[in-house]
């Protein structure tokens, strides 16, 4: 079960941290991706249970994920924050399907707006 929170209110520059508790994930690829109005979901950043971490080039520099497997918990800090970062941010975690095959397994999201 993933259970995102630390979403809320920012100003246009500021920073906010999201963290998403992961249980039983410590060996498996999670990330974050969100979701605006009227938009489809994006991917926004990934990390692998070895750490190698990826990221949309929307939020390149300014974000940054993290994992503690000892708290079973992947973090999200994000900087410069601007308007169009206002999402619906969600964390999944990569599972293995039949035949080879991947999917993420999505969790419930929290509201970031940036607005001033």
């Known amino acids: 079960q993933l259970q995102a929170s630390g979403g809320g209110l920012v100003q246009p520059g500021g920073s906010l941290g999201l963290s998403c508790a992961v249980s039983?994930?410590?060996?498996?690829?999670v990330g974050w991706a969100r979701q605006a109005p009227g938009k489809q979901r994006e991917l926004v950043a990934s990390?692998?249970?070895?750490?190698?971490?990826n990221y949309a080039d929307s939020v390149k520099g300014r974000f940054t994920i993290s994992r503690d497997n000892a708290k079973n918990t992947v973090y999200l800090h994000m900087n410069s924050l601007r308007p169009e970062d206002t999402a619906v941010y969600y964390c999944?975690?990569?599972?293995?399907?039949?035949?080879?095959?991947?999917?993420?397994?999505w969790g419930q999201g929290t509201q970031v707006t940036v607005s001033s």
């Open positions: 999944y975690v990569q599972l293995n399907g039949p035949l080879g095959s991947k999917y993420n397994y």
């Open positions: 039983g994930t410590n060996n498996k690829p």
């Open positions: 990390i692998t249970s070895g750490g190698n971490t």
